[in-house]
């Protein structure tokens, strides 16, 4: 792999770590989203320079987020994984699922008998977050009627 690529997947791991997820998480979905053709277990690994062992654990970890796809190579025995064409949707409806939790969170916390300040509080962060969450779905269905399935 060429030191331009490699900095781009380098990139994706930086850029996963800094938003709470795993550097090698972040690498293996950069390495997916420039492969031109589904990746072993092994392919992977050796491409990223990481143990077999730790590709596992994180491809185990891409498929339960759907970050990653299983998918059949026809003559091959192995199992080969790829970014799914729909991934960029479930990376944006992840957070606006995450958001609707804070919403309801922030629900049951203002039916406490709370002081002025934290009453204050919990308002600003549920309109805030619930601005965002409704603006996010908005925006989800915008795209996906502008952008009909490929």
């Known amino acids: 792999m060429d030191e331009k690529t490699t ?27 420039i492969s031109g053709e589904p990746l072993t277990l092994s392919e992977l ?20 987020m759907g970050m990653l796809e299983k998918v059949r190579v026809k003559g091959e025995r192995s199992a080969h ?4 064409v729909d991934a960029a949707k479930l990376l944006v409806e992840s957070p606006a699922k ?14 406490l008998d709370l002081d002025d300040n934290a009453r204050v509080r919990v308002a600003l962060f549920r309109d ?19 952008h009909p399935t490929r």
């Open 98 to 111: 995450r958001i609707a939790l804070f919403v309801d969170m922030l629900d049951q916390a203002s039916q």
């Open 81 to 84: 994984y790829q970014v799914p």
């Open 7 to 33: 900095a781009v997947i380098d990139s994706y791991g930086k850029t996963f770590e800094a938003l709470g997820s795993s550097y090698n998480l972040g690498r293996c979905f950069g390495l997916g989203m």
């Open 45 to 64: 690994a050796e491409a990223l320079h990481i143990s077999q062992s730790v590709v596992s654990t994180t491809v185990r970890q891409m498929l339960h």
């Open 128 to 146: 805030l977050y619930s601005f965002f969450g409704e603006h996010l779905n908005d925006l989800l269905e915008l795209y996906e009627k502008e």
